[in-house]
């Protein structure tokens, strides 16, 4: 695989300074960020030829994702890299930490720490490697609002932060509703992440899409359009190497003769 020179649009095969520019007026912000769509979306979102956008996904392709299978001996071998939680308890049973290229779902009850936990790792994410960190920065995306500068500079002290640089390194975004949760995930997050960002937070996935999608008749629709923002997720934690955290409230169910534990679901499924 590739060394991380940014590779430009115009370098790709079939990319002429023309479709570059309709690209980046998508959004899209370099070789390896095209490499992250298929041809069916590219031609929803930019008006260019068909072949030549074919041309210029297998080019990034070969740049950026294995296109031949090793043995499992040895496969996986990077993979001691973690991100301290803050937490001791929550570490260890996590192994060291959150991994990088993994998509992790906080559940809990409202009022239960998750956006507090969230904010943490806004933090730790830029502790160098020795401290638990991943030396990068956050990509915050607050559905619900709740984002707080005040416990964030509190945080960073406690880590041992210059407050100024750690907000620096925290990128936030409020989202407004689904169609914008996807249009930034796949643009401004991802130019972001080229940036340096190592930790994604979603703060909560669920939120917008319940609102949105009220109901049982919306349910199916809700489910598939939940799913494509997380796969888009996975994508770019996968080819980035990069954290993803995303918060879903639970309730509780009325099901006859449950315990109460399991009458508590995640309200997304
Ligand atoms: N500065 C602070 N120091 C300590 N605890 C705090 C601080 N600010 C908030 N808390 C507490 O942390 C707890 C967790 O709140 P948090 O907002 O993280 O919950 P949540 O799981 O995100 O809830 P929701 O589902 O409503 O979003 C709350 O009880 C809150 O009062
Ligand atoms: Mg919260």
Redesign the pocket.
Known sequence: MMSEVKVELEDLEGIGPKTAEKLRNAGICSAKHLSLFNVDELLNIVDADERALRRALAHARRLFMPIKAVTASRYGLRDDARLTTGVKSIDSLLGGGLRPKAIYE?C????????????QLSVTVQLTANKGGLNGKCYFMDA?G?F?K??VK?IAERFGLDVEGALENIYIIEIMNTDHLLHIATSDLVSSVEKGVKLVVV??LMSRFRSEYSGRESLALRQSRLGYVLDWLIRIARLYEVVVVV?T?VMEVPVAFASSTDRIRPVGG
């Open positions: 906080l809990g009850q409202p009022g239960t720490g998750k956006t507090q936990l969230c904010l619900e709740t707080s005040e416990r509190a703060d909560s918060t409230p």
